[in-house]
């Protein structure tokens, strides 16, 4: 898997090259030096996957390519938000949960904002993104970007098949949270969640998370 990684990243590294957000960023004033990542994994195939929409970049820091596959224990990363989906991800996938999963973005080229992206990025990436997929073969995609799912459904890169609809108070209005489970390309599993840092109140998350994964207990 290592060497298969590997010689993707370097499909990656050539098509960067024509990225559209490459170009935006070296026409920065100064020039930006944003690059790209493949994915942070622990080299373990049939685990869950969590990708969002793509890597980040922080103002005025200079991020190099992600040049080496090597095996990384995903508790030891820097999650930020997502360290707060711990909680649901254990009583799901098992107590050994981050010492398996693997993390990535349908993205692979880093922006300041998600705005910066274009489609002609998107289709860069889109193949390499299934043949990670294929590499990995995930048990599930994780998804917890409302940006990707909508994506995902207009380009039919996946077919959300259950769709629980929950309402809730937000002050004074009505509003209401979707959350789905469907397949990604015929080729694995996927889930659409709230990102962690999504307003929405807690028991509205238990019920989404309890929506996507029946067979478990969540709130409890």
């Given at each position: 898997m290592k060497d298969e990684l590997q010689a993707l990243l370097e499909k990656l590294a050539t098509a960067f090259q024509d990225a559209p957000i490459k170009r935006f960023a070296e026409a920065q004033v100064p020039s930006k030096t944003w690059n790209y990542s493949l994915v942070t994994t622990t080299l373990e195939r049939g685990q869950p996957l969590i990708v969002g929409f793509n890597w980040g970049a922080a103002q005025g820091e200079h991020h190099p390519p992600q040049q080496v596959i090597a095996k990384n224990d995903y508790s030891e990363q820097d999650r930020a938000s997502l360290a707060r989906l711990d909680v649901y991800c254990r009583k799901i996938f098992g107590p050994a949960f981050l010492s398996q999963v693997s993390q990535t973005?349908?993205?692979f080229f880093r922006s300041e904002t998600q705005a910066q992206i274009s489609d002609d990025d998107l289709k860069l990436c889109q193949p390499i993104f299934d043949e990670l997929l294929s590499i990995l073969a995930p048990s599930m995609v994780l998804c917890f970007s409302a940006s990707l799912r909508d994506h995902l459904i207009e380009k039919k890169r996946a077919v959300f098949d259950r769709r629980t609809t929950i309402a809730y108070r937000s002050g004074?209005?009505?509003m209401?949270?979707?959350a789905m489970r469907g397949r990604y390309n015929d080729q694995c599993a996927?889930?659409?969640?709230?990102h962690p840092n999504a307003k929405i109140p807690g028991e509205v998350r238990d019920r989404a998370w309890q929506a996507c994964f029946p067979e478990h207990l969540i709130a409890a």
């Open positions: 973005n349908y993205c004074n209005r009505n209401t949270y979707e996927i889930v659409s969640l709230p």
